[in-house]
T-cell receptor, first 112, second 110 residues
Framework: SQTIHQWPATLVQPVGSPLSLECTVE??????LYWYRQAAGRGLQLLFY??????ISSEVPQNLSASRPQDRQFILSSKKLLLSDSGFYLC???????????FGDGTRLSIL | SQQGEEDPQALSIQEGENATMNCSYK?????LQWYRQNSGRGLVHLIL?????REKHSGRLRVTLDTSKKSSSLLITASRAADTASYFC??????????FGTGTSLTVIP
C-alpha cells in the first residue's frame, strides 16, 4: 500500500531563517506531487506541483521554492522566511492529475 | 479562479441527524471530489463524482452533482460524533489543477 511521510510535524523558525520541509511517498512510482498551504480556518492554496523528477510548476509567486530530486521526494524550501510564511503546509500525491489526492499529516510552521 | 465555495461555512447538528453541505463552482469540470479534514491533520479523500454522473453513494455518504447549476452537495446520513471535521470540495477542470474550496466545518453533538 502507498504511504506518504511529511516532516517535521511542527516547526518554529525566526524571521529570515531558511526552511526545508520534506515529503516522501512509498509504494508508488512517478506520482504527481503537490505542496499546499492552509491558513487557519481556510481552504488550501496550491503552491507547487510536480509531474516528474526536476519538473516543478509554481501556482503563485512567493518566497518559497520546491524541488523534486528523486521520484518520490518533494522538498519545500525558503532562503529567508517571512512572517507571512506561517501556516499549515500539506504535501499530497496522486497517480495522475484529476485523480484523488492523498495527503500527509502536515507541518505547522510558526514564524517568530 | 476555479474555486469551489462551500455552504454553509459552519454547521452544528445533533448526533443521528443528517448533515448537508453544498459546493458551487464557476466553470466546467472533469470531476468534483469531497475531502474530510480532522483538526490539525491532512485531508482524506471521501468520494469522486465525474461530470457525467449525477449521484454517487459511499456508505453513509451521498453526493449529487448538477452541472447545469455548477453545484454539488454532500449528505451525511445518521451523523456520529466522529463525523465532526471540516469538509472540502475540490474541482478538477480542463487545463487546470485542483482547486479546493474554503470548507464547511461540521460539529456533531453527542
Amino acid at each position: 500500500s502507498q504511504t506518504i511521510h511529511q516532516w517535521p510535524a511542527t516547526l518554529v523558525q525566526p524571521v529570515g531563517s531558511p526552511l526545508s520541509l520534506e515529503c516522501t511517498v512509498e509504494g508508488t512510482s512517478n506520482p504527481n506531487l503537490y505542496w499546499y498551504r492552509q491558513a487557519a480556518g481556510r481552504g488550501l492554496q496550491l503552491l507547487f506541483y510536480s509531474v516528474g523528477i526536476g519538473q516543478i510548476s509554481s501556482e503563485v509567486p512567493q518566497n518559497l521554492s520546491a524541488s523534486r530530486p528523486q521520484d518520490r521526494q518533494f522538498i519545500l524550501s525558503s532562503k529567508k522566511l517571512l512572517l507571512s510564511d506561517s501556516g499549515f503546509y500539506l504535501c499530497a500525491w496522486a497517480r495522475e492529475r484529476g485523480q484523488p489526492q492523498h495527503f500527509g499529516d502536515g507541518t505547522r510552521l510558526s514564524i517568530l | 479562479s476555479q474555486q469551489g465555495e462551500e455552504d454553509p461555512q459552519a454547521l452544528s447538528i445533533q448526533e443521528g441527524e443528517n448533515a448537508t453541505m453544498n459546493c458551487s463552482y464557476k466553470t466546467s469540470i472533469n470531476n468534483l471530489q469531497w475531502y474530510r479534514q480532522n483538526s490539525g491533520r491532512g485531508l482524506v479523500h471521501l468520494i469522486l463524482i465525474r461530470s457525467n454522473e449525477r449521484e454517487k453513494h459511499s456508505g453513509r455518504l451521498r453526493v449529487t452533482l448538477d452541472t447545469s447549476k455548477k453545484s454539488s452537495s454532500l449528505l451525511i446520513t445518521a451523523s456520529r460524533a466522529a463525523d465532526t471535521a471540516s469538509y472540502f470540495c475540490a474541482t478538477d477542470a480542463p487545463g487546470n489543477q485542483f482547486y479546493f474550496g474554503t470548507g464547511t466545518s461540521l460539529t456533531v453533538i453527542p
